[in-house]
C-alpha cells in the first residue's frame, strides 16, 4: 500500500546560492515545501542525515529561504546542479539508517548548469523541470527511494 504523501510535502533544498535558491523555494509552492535551504557539501553531511531523522538541524539556518518549519521530515531532497551527482549517491548511503520514510533524491545534471550569473528565468525554469520529474514519484505514491535526474 503506497504511503500517503502530504501536502505540501516537506522538502531539503540544496543550492549554491540564495539568490537562486529562494524563487526555485516559492516556485515549487504549492505542491512542495522547502523546509531548509542548505548551501555547502558540509553542511549537507552534518545536517541532513538530522533533518531526514526528524530533528531539527544542529545550528539556526543562516538564510532566509525556506519556512524553517520541521514538524515533518522531509520526503524530497532537491540537488541543484553545482553538486555532483556522485557526491549526492554518498550522501543518500551516508543518510541510509537516519531515513525515516522513503526519499526522492532529485539531482541536478550538472552538465546543464549555467553560466555564473543564471539568466533571467532561471528558477523558473529549474522549479518546472523539478515539479515533472516528481510527478512520476508522487504517482506511484512515494513508497519507495528514488533517485531522479532532471
Known amino acids: 500500500m503506497p504511503l500517503r504523501l502530504p501536502i505540501p510535502i ?4 540544496f543550492g549554491r546560492s540564495a539568490t537562486v535558491g529562494k524563487p526555485v523555494s516559492e516556485l515549487l509552492r504549492p505542491e512542495y515545501e522547502v523546509i531548509h535551504f542548505i548551501v555547502t557539501p558540509e553542511e549537507a553531511r552534518a545536517e541532513l542525515p538530522r533533518l531526514l531523522a526528524g530533528r531539527d538541524p544542529q545550528s539556526a539556518s543562516p538564510n532566509d529561504v525556506g ?6 521530515p522531509p520526503r524530497v531532497a532537491i540537488f541543484g546542479r553545482g553538486y555532483n551527482p556522485d557526491f549526492v549517491q554518498e550522501l543518500k548511503k551516508v543518510c541510509g539508517d537516519d531515513v ?3 526519499v526522492a533524491w532529485v539531482v ?7 553560466t555564473a550569473p543564471p539568466p533571467p528565468g532561471y528558477g523558473k ?6 515539479k ?4 512520476t514519484w508522487r504517482e506511484e505514491g512515494g513508497a519507495e527511494d528514488a533517485f531522479i535526474l532532471y
Request: charge should be negative.
Open 10 to 13: 516537506p522538502v531539503v533544498l
Open 125 to 130: 525554469l529549474v522549479a518546472d523541470e523539478v
Open 108 to 114: 541536478g545534471e550538472p552538465s546543464k548548469a549555467p
Open 67 to 72: 519556512s524553517h518549519n520541521y514538524s515533518q
Open 132 to 135: 515533472g520529474v516528481l510527478e
Open 100 to 102: 525515516r520514510q522513503p
